[in-house]
Structure formats: structure tokens, C-alpha cells
């Protein structure tokens, strides 16, 4: 079933796999992003209740969303590497969790930014807020982990288990609108039966949505080449790389 895998455990693969999709990634998450920003930004109709305020969802939202789906990646892949012992996987999961972290931070300040003058207050010890906080120390702890060893391997493992650990936190934060009474609103773009968006706010959203997605992509990829040249620097392929760059 993993047999795919396989070639990717040699880091020329790996690193030859990012140079093929980071293009890709890179002018699509432009597209996506561009288009989805500008439509929402400038073309999308004003809320009827929050006015020009709601905008913020176009970013907002996005970033709270990826900020639990780069997380399950990262998990998945620290899962591969010490299941399988792909140390590519380990790079990898240690590539995303800078990315993971910046996508909770911009979820937490657009979420405070919005939430004053929805709430009156910067911030509340609101269920969802509080278990997005959390998600944001765990990629920290993470990140803290991948650095405090100098063995590869050791730091993996250690880095790995805290981020398997910690996607209980993910169901919490999801699901925390509708487990406690929070001042968090709940699902919106989730309710495809009966969405609690207009279609024409909707579609620059999912744009945005899913330009948030490519561009994690294309961070990662990058940060995988340089992870994969900085660890195989002592190998001919990647020497031969430097000096021609």
C-alpha cells in the first residue's frame, strides 16, 4: 500500500519531486490568492449586520482553517517517519511546522482584530480561541523540539510524538462552537445543505481557501529543498547543487 513511498525515502528523490511541484504550487496560490483577496476585498456585497468589518473573514478564515490542516499533515508525516523510518518524512513534518505556526498567528490576531468590535474585547478565554492558542504552542513546541538535538533521528522522534499527541487538540478546536456555549460563531462554509454565507461572499472565500492550501504547499517545498541540501551537503549530488548555485 506505501510502496509509493519508497523512492521518496532517498533525499535526491524527494529533493528532485519539490523542484517538479513548487512551480506549480507557487503560480496557482498566486492565482488563487490574488483573485480570491480582490474579489472579497473590493467586489463581495457588505454584510448586513457587521458591514465592511466581515472582510476580514477572507483571511481569517483561511488561515484558521489551514492552521488545523497543516498540523494533521505535519502529524501524518512525523507518523511516516517513525513508523517507516523515512527521515525525508522528518524533514518534511519539520518544514511545515514553521508554516503551520505563522497560519495560527494570523488566525489568532485577524480573529482578535475581528472580534473587538464584535465582542467589545481584544480577547475572551473562548473555547474555540483558547484551543487555537494551544494549537499555536504545540507548533512551537514542535519547532523547539526539531532544534534541541543535534542527532536527526532523536530530534524526530521527540518532535514526532508531540505532534501525534497533539492532534487531539484539532476535534476540540473544531468542534468546540457546538461542545460549549462560546461567543465563537459557528459552522458556516461547512454547511453545504444550508450554507450561512451568500454564494457571492462564498466563492472568493473558497478561492481564498484554497490559495491558503497551495501556498502551504509551496512554503513547505521550499523549505524541504533547503532542509534536504543543508542535511546532504556532505552527499556529491547536493554539492555539485550548491556550487552551481
Given amino acids: 500500500m506505501w510502496k509509493w513511498l519508497h523512492p521518496y525515502a532517498k533525499p535526491e528523490a524527494t529533493y528532485k519531486l519539490c523542484n517538479t511541484l513548487l512551480p506549480w504550487f507557487a503560480v496557482l496560490a498566486l492565482l488563487s490568492l490574488v483573485t480570491g483577496t480582490v474579489w472579497g476585498l473590493a467586489f463581495a456585497p457588505s454584510d448586513y449586520q457587521q458591514g465592511d468589518s466581515f472582510r476580514i473573514i477572507y483571511i481569517h478564515v483561511p488561515a484558521a482553517i489551514w492552521s488545523m490542516g497543516a498540523y494533521m499533515s505535519m502529524a501524518i508525516a512525523a507518523f511516516i517517519g517513525m513508523v517507516w523510518q523515512i527521515k525525508t518524512s522528518d524533514w518534511a513534518a519539520a518544514a511545515m511546522a514553521p508554516v503551520g505556526a ?5 488566525a489568532l490576531v485577524t480573529g482578535a482584530i475581528w472580534g473587538k468590535p464584535m465582542w467589545g ?5 473562548d473555547a474555540r480561541l ?3 492558542l494551544i494549537l499555536l504552542f504545540l507548533y512551537l513546541g514542535v519547532i523547539a523540539l526539531y532544534n534541541a538535538f543535534e542527532d536527526d533521528r532523536t530530534a524526530g522522534r521527540a518532535a514526532g510524538i508531540l505532534a501525534m499527541v497533539g492532534v ?11 461542545w460549549w456555549n462560546t461567543l465563537h460563531q459557528g459552522a458556516t462554509i461547512t454547511k453545504f445543505a444550508k450554507p450561512s454565507i451568500a454564494s457571492d461572499m462564498l466563492w472568493p472565500l473558497l478561492l481564498n481557501i484554497i490559495g ?3 501556498f ?3 512554503a513547505t517545498l521550499m523549505a524541504l529543498k533547503n532542509k534536504i541540501l543543508q542535511r546532504e551537503s556532505h552527499r556529491p549530488w547536493a554539492r555539485e547543487l550548491v556550487e552551481r548555485a
Fill in 168 to 178: 487531539i487538540n484539532l476535534p476540540i478546536i473544531h468542534f468546540s462552537v457546538e
Fill in 130 to 132: 483558547t484551543s487555537e
Fill in 212 to 214: 491558503f492550501a497551495l
Fill in 102 to 106: 505563522v497560519f495560527t498567528f494570523i
Fill in 121 to 125: 474585547a481584544w480577547w475572551v478565554w
Fill in 216 to 218: 502551504f504547499g509551496a
